[in-house]
């Protein structure tokens, strides 16, 4: 098995300028002025590919969740600028180049679970026939054909994070955006909702950023992980992921996938002992 590598901070991507999705060129975000000023990310860039599943993984308080935010148009950057298939994030969110699935699943109590899919779908004046199909299929994927009646507040926490999943793909995004979205489950519900999000990955060659502060997570999921250093966040390293593209769950048990959480672990351990931070697991 090839051992895991670290790849330039300079470097694109492995893939062709044609095939790039994410252009995130030296961004740094300030908050406030004066002595309350914050830097909460300093000079990131990176770039990715269609079809590639990338972690942005890093201690709490590093920026991640700042700089999907960022990328999803729900933060503008101090100095430098995104690009998502050659369009600001603005753009991109009004051509619906993107859904959102964040840490706690933002569903509506009122709403049945069906009728929270098929949300995006009425705001885009969708045929209510076109919206029962393309919602039954999501559902389907998901594995809640038969809780499509019932609403998020019966659905247990796993399941509700299903339906969010569901409902952001429900105009068929080429890119998913996913803010920390297992962090609050059990580990084993947290491992049957990776392996549910490499299959949709693996069937729809969509392109994922997905945060993590969970080294292991970042590792089972992803083809390649951009690691942030410590407050104020900017890019440490990236890592491509050498394991098997099919993903399954012995993966987990193998001498490869402790060897990949080995290096990156390692990162943080420099990063640690360099600025005094606690570790992470």
């Keep these: 098995m090839t051992s895991p590598s670290v790849v330039s901070l300079h470097q694109s991507t492995k893939s062709t300028s044609e095939q790039l999705l994410i252009d995130v060129d030296h961004v740094s975000v300030v908050f406030g002025s004066g002595p309350q000023q914050v830097k909460a990310l300093s000079d990131v860039t990176f770039h990715i590919a269609s079809n ?5 993984l890093g201690p709490s308080g590093c920026g991640k969740s700042t700089l999907l935010r960022i990328v999803a148009d729900l933060l503008q950057p101090t100095t430098g600028r995104v690009r998502i298939a050659g369009q600001e994030p603005k753009q991109a969110r009004l051509q619906r180049e993107f ?45 809640l054909t038969r809780f499509a009646d019932h609403y998020p507040w019966q659905l247990s926490g796993g399941m509700q994070q299903r339906v969010s999943i569901a409902r952001a793909l429900a105009l068929d995004p080429p890119l998913l955006l996913m803010d920390e979205p297992f962090s609050a489950l ?8 990776q392996m549910e999000l490499l299959e949709i990955k693996r069937s729809t060659g969509k392109t994922f950023l997905f945060v993590t502060h969970s080294i292991p997570e970042a590792v089972f999921l992803s083809d390649r992980i951009i690691v942030l250093s410590a407050h104020p966040g900017q890019v440490h390293s990236i890592h491509s992921v050498n394991l098997p593209a099919e993903r399954e769950s012995q993966l987990r048990e193998t001498e490869s996938f402790y060897q990949m ?15 005094h931070v606690p570790s992470f697991v």
């Design 261 to 275: 959480i080995t290096t990156i672990r390692n990162c943080f351990h420099e990063e640690r002992d360099k600025a």
């Design 52 to 56: 590639e599943f990338v972690s942005l």
């Design 186 to 193: 059990d580990e084993f519900t947290k491992e049957k909702l």
């Design 99 to 143: 859904g959102i699935v964040f840490q706690t699943p933002a569903l509506f109590d009122w709403r049945t679970v069906r009728h929270n899919v098929e949300l995006p779908l009425e705001l885009r004046g969708t045929r209510r026939k076109e919206c029962r199909r393309i919602s039954s299929e999501l559902l389907d994927r998901v594995g």
